[in-house]
């Protein structure tokens, strides 16, 4: 793979039809963690998530879906007016529009993937 161009201070490889990213270095001033995909020209983005107990964001809701792939750890997920517990190994999907939110329930760390249908996060904040 040939080194390709600097992207918002984060270094990519860029070889044949696929480009490889190092997620951001918050010593650098990055997001850790998150990518916005027009920095790629993708047209998806994501947000990995490593949340202590009791952690996550307030309500919100974004004009596309998001999908939640909760890779270990427990969570309260709340979705329109309905509440889920879901755990390690489960999938969540928030239709556009719908307003949404989620905390770590357990007592150990809560990490997923929230993938955000979109090239860049667009997200209204409700609390």
Do not use: C
């Not at 696929?18 to 916005?36: T, Y």
């Not at 719908?98 to 770590?104: L, Q, S, Y």
């Amino acid at each position: 793979m040939n080194a390709g161009p600097e992207e918002k201070g984060r270094r990519t490889q860029q070889g044949g039809a696929a480009r490889v990213v190092e997620l951001g270095d918050p010593s650098r001033g990055d997001d850790a963690g998150e990518l916005q995909g027009y920095h790629l020209g993708a047209n998806v983005s994501f947000i990995v998530v490593d949340a202590p107990p009791g952690g996550g964001p307030k309500l919100h809701r974004h004009p596309y879906e998001e999908v939640f792939v909760v890779q270990e750890g427990s969570a309260t997920f709340t979705s329109g007016d309905e509440t889920t517990e879901v755990e390690g190994g489960q999938v969540v999907v928030v239709p556009a529009g719908v307003p949404h939110k989620f905390v770590n329930s357990g007592t150990g760390r809560l990490r997923q993937v929230d993938i955000h249908a979109s090239d860049r996060f667009v997200t209204e904040w409700l609390e």
